[in-house]
């Protein structure tokens, strides 16, 4: 039972069907054909740690349907522990289409089941025994996930467990910019681990900020450290007090597919953190998982061992 095992990473959020395109480089209005994924940046990133070896369990809600049962065979694959993912009798599994991109992928959503998050389904009792709770701004959108999530991230947080969130914000997803702001300043609060990106600040503040103005951002808002990717341009890590991080990312051939490369990157660095690794170390971790995610379509390889790949 999951009450009597420790926990390194919980992951809170959406669980989804990617539809990627077969199409390279096309936009979805072009792309005729589709392969599934399973997806959803909180899954992405409890199955990548699950590979790497860390104990893992993800809660998230699915629909009494095809996909669902898909969702729970492959998470059980690769040890991902189910225990919390809800299956809801009345709302389908959600879905999205993904155009194949080199760079930030255009998608379309169809929200169901995912945001049906509650209180119920994540206990005390677990959150005493998780070092890491982590969430996503998507799955910050809708309630009763938001409400779930920031009750749960708050009781996490005065339990001792460091907080986590991959600000992956988009005015597709969120109908207030002015609310997305707000939940974005309350979990703020708790001080986690903040990973952003360029395009998420510039879709989230509708302008061109300098990155430093976006880290002052968010360490006024009580945040410690700061992650910031910009894609083949490496990374930048902002802590208060501390000289600014930066690494160049690692140079590949050529570029399969952007979908899930910045889960692939925060999958590593909180891999990297649970080690107790230096922030450079977690750094040279994340790069380096993301740099294998970009060379492969979807998901990272079932017929790799990724841990020996970072080593």
């Not at 104990?55 to 729970?72: L, Q, R, S």
């Not at 597919?257 to 080690?275: E, N, P």
Request: glycine share 6%.
């Amino acid at each position: 039972m999951i009450l009597k095992e420790l926990i390194d990473i919980l992951c809170v959020g959406e669980v989804l069907i990617d539809f990627i395109g077969h199409q390279a480089g096309a936009q979805i209005n072009n792309t005729r054909d589709y392969h599934r994924y399973l997806g959803g940046s909180p899954t992405n990133v409890a199955m990548n740690s699950s590979r790497l070896g860390l104990k893992t369990i993800i809660a998230a809600t699915v629909g009494d349907d095809g996909f669902g049962e898909y969702v729970f065979k492959r998470l059980k694959e690769v040890g991902v522990i189910t225990d919390c993912v809800q299956v809801h009798k009345n709302k389908p599994t959600s879905v999205i289409f993904v155009s194949r991109s080199e760079e930030t992928p255009e998608f379309i959503p169809f929200r169901e089941a995912d945001y049906f998050i509650e209180e119920t389904q994540i206990s005390t009792a677990l959150l005493k025994r998780t070092k890491i709770f982590h969430t996503t701004c998507f799955a910050l959108s809708k309630k009763p996930a938001q409400a779930t999530i920031l009750s749960k991230a708050e009781e996490a947080y005065h339990l001792g467990c460091k907080l986590s969130i991959d600000f992956n914000y988009s005015n597709k997803i969120w109908d207030c910019e002015i609310e997305a702001l707000r939940v974005i300043k309350a979990y703020c609060k708790f001080n986690p681990l903040v990973k952003i990106s360029e395009d998420d600040m510039f879709r989230l503040f509708q302008e061109n900020r300098t990155h430093q103005e976006i880290f002052d951002f968010f360490h006024a808002e009580g945040v410690d450290t700061v992650c910031l990717t910009l894609g083949s341009k490496g990374v930048k890590l902002s802590q208060k007090g501390e000289p600014l991080i930066e690494l160049p990312a690692i140079k590949i051939e050529k570029v399969m597919d952007a979908t899930g490369a910045g889960d692939a990157f925060w999958s590593g660095f909180l891999f990297a953190y649970t080690k107790q690794k230096s922030m450079r170390e977690c750094l040279d971790v994340a790069l380096k998982l993301a740099a294998l995610k970009l060379q492969n379509v979807g998901r990272l390889p079932d017929n790799i061992n990724i841990l020996s790949k970072l080593l």
